[in-house]
């Protein structure tokens, strides 16, 4: 069950980052979106993944 809460709370903040990171986009650069995306999303999922390998 624990990682279960952990893994939604991961998803809900991916859903909630997205559009976000989204609307950066498309007020400055596609660029600097995609670094924003790569900062806030990217690095947490692969942290997540990691910890979840034993």
Known sequence: MGAG?????FFFYVLLMAPFCILVGAK???RMG?????????LPVTLLIAALIP
Do not use: D, N, Q, R
Request: aromatic fraction near 12%; glycine fraction near 6%; hydrophobic fraction near 70%.
């Open 34 to 42: 995609w670094l924003m995306a790569t900062g806030l999303i990217v």
């Open 5 to 9: 809460v952990i893994i939604f709370v």
């Open 28 to 30: 400055t650069s596609s």
